[in-house]
């Protein structure tokens, strides 16, 4: 795991590069270019309002709904774009893999940086419906508020050790992607994204905390929406996922390192 991270510390200055390069030419030939980050979660954000205000109402212990469930969509689309980019990475890149001398470990890192880049172009959005929420008294916003940057933090550095993991197993095994798309949609379901984890039953809760994802939707959820702090024991869990995936995902990423040249 050192070496894999250690080798994508020092190819940061190419990560960014590339990053860059791939989302140039994601908006190339477009209008509004770059502002499709923001229109995107803004037409989102616009919909869910209509939709969950006024057609569906939700239950009381999780309104305002609309900004309760798009904290975490944006939240879980980073994390789902990003895996499913990774599965796609070498198998996009493999020609500059084998022409140029680039360590393969930059490739899911430029996954990972692209889809965090819109994420970013995102939270203005989710600020300023937090501010109005907060204005209108319908969100408790406080100081608990400044959590959301170390939970998005762990969240990253997991999704940076699954990227390395599906990436390096998906040069060998061609159906990654599709599998990963039928798993990513149990695991959304599966996790507190589009429900509270308070409303679960008590006899789930246990099954609930064993999903990696848990804590980091929950933290999220209590830092923008709640207002209160996450406990330690949350903490934890978010710190040894992180920790842990990128334990596996470098191990798994060093031990098929040589063969991913030829293979892509």
């Not at 990003?82 to 599965?87: K, N, P, T, V």
């Not at 989710?126 to 762990?154: E, I």
């Not at 039928?182 to 409303?199: K, R």
Request: one cysteine or more; hydrophobic letters at 55%; aromatic letters at 14%.
């Amino acid at each position: 795991m050192k070496e894999t991270l250690a080798r994508l510390w020092r190819a940061r200055a190419l990560v960014a590069n590339l990053a860059r390069r791939d989302l140039r030419a994601r908006y190339r030939g477009s209008v509004l270019g770059y502002f499709w980050s923001i229109l995107n979660p803004l037409l989102l954000l616009a919909i869910y309002s209509v939709v969950f205000t006024a057609v569906f109402a939700p239950r009381a212990e999780v309104r305002p709904y609309p900004l309760f469930l798009f904290g975490g969509v944006l939240a879980w689309n980073f994390l789902s774009a990003s895996i499913l980019d990774a599965a796609e990475t070498f198998k996009n890149n493999g020609a500059l893999l084998r022409k140029a001398v680039v360590s393969p470990e930059v490739f899911p890192g430029v996954s990972v940086l692209s889809q965090a880049f819109h994420f970013f172009w995102a939270l203005p959005v989710l600020a300023a419906a937090t501010l109005y929420c907060r204005l209108a008294g319908s969100v408790r916003l406080g100081w608990a508020a400044l959590q959301f940057a170390p939970v998005m933090l762990l969240l990253g550095a997991a999704v940076l050790g699954a990227a390395l993991l599906v990436s390096a197993v998906s040069v060998h095994f061609q159906d990654m992607r599709n599998l990963l798309q039928n798993v990513l949609t149990f695991w959304f379901f599966a996790s507190p994204v589009i429900y509270s984890a308070d409303g679960v039953p008590p006899k789930l809760r246990f099954w609930l905390r064993l999903n990696p994802a848990s804590a980091y939707f929950g933290g999220i959820h209590d830092s923008i929406f709640a207002g209160r702090w996450i406990p330690p024991a949350g903490w934890g869990a978010m710190a040894a996922v992180a920790l842990l995936s990128l334990a596996i995902g470098g191990a798994v990423f060093s031990r098929l390192r040589d063969s991913i040249a030829e293979e892509a």
